[in-house]
Every structure is written in structure tokens, then in C-alpha cells.
């Protein structure tokens, strides 16, 4: 069974966040298009709802493995976090919408004794439901530790541009 939410606020000191959302804000950081969720999953969204800008640092999964170069800007979370094994490493943003959309309750990962950790990188009011009705407001510098097998998902914002977190699945030693 999925442990409750940690929630940490304050999560890096002030400048080194200020100086991470900075260079991911910056004009020649590259983000990509990308669907939020397959089509069969998106049934309940129109098309232009159901897109957001990603950017991946980090992926070992089923013999792939890949490590962006970029992954330095992200590496004060990581540290922070101290994983035994980093998984996954990817920033979304996703625009504002007239109306809260939530996108569909999920686990980012399966692998047995994997952490989730949603890292906020702008306030606004978008937040990250999880199975359970509890949700965790958008708050610059935040970040929510779960287990990996906890369902969640995250809804956008409807007051400001954007929606950006960093999302990281890794592999923890035990508390």
C-alpha cells in the first residue's frame, strides 16, 4: 500500500532554485511538443488540451539509457535527494486552461521500491491530485515525495502561463 505524500517546502536554497527555474526559463532552453496522454487515454480531452511541453534529463528503462546533457541544471534536486539510482528525470510545462483539467490518475513507474518526486518550479493554481482526493498545491521550490506506486496526476492551472514541474522516479535508501 502507497504511503501518504511528504511534503517539503523550501526544497533547495533560494538562489540555487532561482538560478535552476532561470536557465529552464531561458529562450534557448529546448523544450519539446509532446502529448499528455495517448489518445485512447485523452478520450475526455479535446486535442488542444491534451498537449505540453517536455523536456528529458534522464532515462534507464528496459535497456534504454539515455542522459541529456542538460542534466547538470537539475543535478542540485538530485543531490539533494541522494537516490541509490536515478530512473528518470523530466520537466513538464504545461499551458494554462480555462478550466482545471486533471489528466488521469497514474504511476510513473512500476519497479518495486521506486520513489516519485514532483519538484514545483512555478506557483500557480494548479496542484497534483492522487488516488486518494488529497492534493498538493503548485508552489515554487515544493516538492511531494511518494511512493512510485501511488496514483496521481497533475491539473493544470487556470492563473498563470503555465504549469512547470520537475519530474524524478528514483530509487531511494530506505529512512
Not at 541522494?82 to 513507474?109: M, Q, S, W
Not at 521500491?113 to 514532483?118: K, N, P, R, S, Y
Request: net charge positive.
Amino acid at each position: 500500500m502507497a504511503s501518504a505524500p511528504r511534503v517539503i517546502d523550501d526544497f533547495l536554497d533560494r538562489e540555487l532554485f532561482l538560478s535552476l527555474q532561470a536557465k529552464l526559463l531561458a529562450p534557448s532552453f529546448a523544450w519539446e511538443e509532446s502529448a499528455i496522454l495517448s489518445e485512447k487515454a485523452a478520450a475526455h480531452l479535446a486535442p488542444s488540451e491534451n498537449v505540453q511541453q517536455v523536456h528529458g534529463f534522464y532515462l534507464v528503462k528496459r535497456g534504454i539509457r539515455f542522459s541529456s546533457p542538460t542534466l547538470e541544471i537539475v543535478r542540485p534536486v538530485i543531490n539533494k535527494l541522494n537516490p541509490l539510482a536515478l530512473l528518470k528525470a523530466k520537466a513538464n510545462r504545461t499551458a494554462r486552461t480555462d478550466r482545471h483539467i486533471e489528466y488521469g490518475l497514474h504511476v510513473d513507474t512500476r519497479r518495486p521500491g521506486a520513489t516519485t518526486a514532483i519538484f514545483y518550479l512555478n506557483t500557480n493554481n494548479g496542484y497534483t491530485l492522487f488516488g486518494d482526493g488529497q492534493q498538493v498545491a503548485s508552489v515554487a521550490n515544493r516538492i511531494v515525495i511518494i511512493d512510485a506506486a501511488t496514483l496521481h496526476t497533475g491539473a493544470s492551472c487556470i492563473d498563470a502561463e503555465y504549469r512547470m514541474v520537475l519530474n524524478l522516479n528514483l530509487m531511494l535508501a530506505a529512512p
